[in-house]
């Protein structure tokens, strides 16, 4: 739960549902960074990406 804690903080825009749906898999968090943020698909993973490893730091 710290991790979906830690997700929302990132992506306010995104329900605890959906983080919970997407069960960590990284596509599915860059196409919902895409709907919610309108951002590009490099972005979204960029920031996916980032977020990962600073669950890992």
Do not use: P
């Amino acid at each position: 739960m710290r991790k979906i804690g830690a997700a929302r903080s990132t992506w306010q825009r995104l329900s605890e549902d959906e983080l919970l749906q997407s069960a960590g898999h990284a596509q599915i968090l860059v196409h919902m960074l895409q709907q919610h943020y309108a951002i590009s698909r490099l972005a979204a993973e960029k920031q996916v990406i980032s977020f990962f490893d600073s669950l890992h730091a």
